[in-house]
């Protein structure tokens, strides 16, 4: 399918999606955990749904949803991972496969983890190395998926790579605290460290307790046993970051439900934002980014439950004075997105560093920011080695992109589009539902100065 995003000023507020990221991890700790689960604030997304018919699958017992649905229980299994031989689908969720996959060897019987689309060609190799060491059988096609795991685990000491991806750590971290006995895990080369601290947050609120060791060693205690908690779901900084680069290109944007004490790695694009000039404001929950020339009457704001639509007369947007950056996105790199959107309006040469960590994303990002850009301007984007070069303040033309099945990339389409005359037609623009169904509903009514609904 396809969707034509116009140009337009965008001004008003949103309120975001709870964080998938953290939400999964929430939804597999109450797997493991003994009692009910409560969550509050659990937005509707493939990646979650996938997430929560997985973890059924392997025992747990969802109590309460809706659709979409904003409180959730979950009934646990207290480590007893389904005795029958299943298949679990993990849809197109990175996190929930690579976390899941050690989670079903918690189970004596053969278990079967498959997915669909780009998950089926993103590697599993990892576990074909690290999972025979625990005397896991292990089983994939060529390292691609279904994968076969089969169980339990001989828990020992181990020495495991963390330079693909912190999700497979963050897997061995959940199940190392069932062993009898105390443990280590030594990491080499990780990545995006503060996804092992979004780990070792979620699983502390379940009471267990992990030492951190600069994240080269990690010390497990043994006979650790998860407890069911409530926890509401802050909202997710990811989808964050597109609105507020579209108000730092395009008007003003204000976000709701993001916390400034977040540990989600991709809080990182306030500092960008700020190095490249925008304006920006916030209170506790809630961010405002504006362009640098951006203007609008005091009176413009409104609570998000108000029926008054503000006087657009006296908004206006200029052309843009924000100014180029560089930036390391090694371990962020869900910001590259967002972050070529932004430096295209940038007036100058921008920087990204930390291309080598999207290759096995839903698409490879390097590649189809580089190819779906082009069509705007074919010299805005060059690749040298492990950095992005993106060139700024170039004239942008209308043009059909694509997607590639990828979220990310067309939430960094619709953004741009904002600012090229004759807009941008996306195709495969559903691929936001993986991570953010809302979000064109949410972009259209900004650019109608109109409050979107929760």
């Known amino acids: 399918m396809q969707v034509k995003v116009e140009k337009g000023e965008v001004s008003g507020m949103v309120s975001v999606p709870s964080s998938k990221s953290i939400l999964q991890r929430y ?23 996938a997430c929560l018919a997985a973890v059924e699958a392997l025992g747990a017992e969802p109590l309460k949803d809706s659709k979409p649905f904003r409180g ?116 080499k080369n990780l990545k995006s460290k503060q996804y ?10 379940f009471g267990i307790k ?79 980014v504006q362009s640098p020339n951006f203007q609008f009457p005091i009176s413009f704001f409104q609570p998000p439950s108000s029926n008054l639509k503000p006087e657009t007369s006296n908004l206006k947007l200029q052309t843009s004075n924000l100014k180029p950056f560089s930036f390391d996105a090694t371990d962020c790199p869900d910001l590259f997105p967002p972050l070529v959107a932004l430096a295209v309006q940038c007036k100058g040469t921008s920087e990204i560093t930390g291309v080598e960590r999207l290759i096995h994303k839903e698409s490879n990002r390097a590649l189809a920011l580089q190819q779906e850009f082009s069509k705007l301007n074919e010299n805005l984007i060059s690749i040298e080695g492990n950095k992005m070069i993106i060139k700024g303040g170039l004239k942008l033309k209308s043009a059909v992109c694509d997607s590639h099945n990828d979220h990310r990339i067309a939430m960094a389409l619709a953004v741009t589009a904002l600012n090229v005359e004759g807009g941008i037609q996306i195709k495969g623009y559903e691929a936001v539902n993986k991570s953010y169904p809302e979000f064109f509903t949410h972009i259209e009514k900004l650019k109608q100065h109109l409050p979107p609904s929760h």
């Open 27 to 49: 939804i597999i700790a109450a797997l493991l955990a003994e009692g009910v689960t409560e969550l509050q604030n659990v937005s509707h997304c493939d990646d979650t749904l």
């Open 210 to 288: 992990i030492e951190n060791d600069n994240y080269k060693k990690f010390f497990i205690k043994g006979n650790q046993t998860y407890k069911a908690c409530n926890a509401t779901i802050e909202g997710d900084w990811s989808a964050a970051s597109f609105l507020l680069v579209a108000g730092a290109t395009a008007g003003s944007v204000t976000v709701e439900n993001i916390s400034a004490d977040s540990l989600q790695p991709d809080k990182a694009i306030i500092d960008v934002l700020k190095s490249a000039g925008a304006r920006i404001s916030s209170n506790k929950n809630s961010l405002t």
């Open 72 to 187: 959730l229980q979950i009934k646990g299994c207290s480590g007893k991972i389904n005795s029958s031989a299943v298949t679990i689908h993990c849809g197109e969720s990175g996190l929930a496969l690579r976390m899941l996959a050690s989670v079903s060897s918690l189970s004596e019987n053969k278990i079967t983890l498959t997915g669909k689309g780009s998950l089926l060609n993103r590697p599993v190799d990892f576990f074909e190395k690290v999972f025979p060491l625990l005397n896991i059988k292990c089983n994939s096609q060529n390292g691609f998926l279904p994968l076969e795991i089969q169980g339990p685990p001989t828990f020992k000491n181990i020495s495991v790579d963390g330079s693909l991806s912190s999700q497979f750590l963050s897997g061995l971290l959940m199940i190392f605290p069932f062993a009898k006995e105390d443990h280590v895990i030594e990491v």
């Open 196 to 205: 092992i601290d979004l780990t070792l947050q979620v699983i502390a609120a």
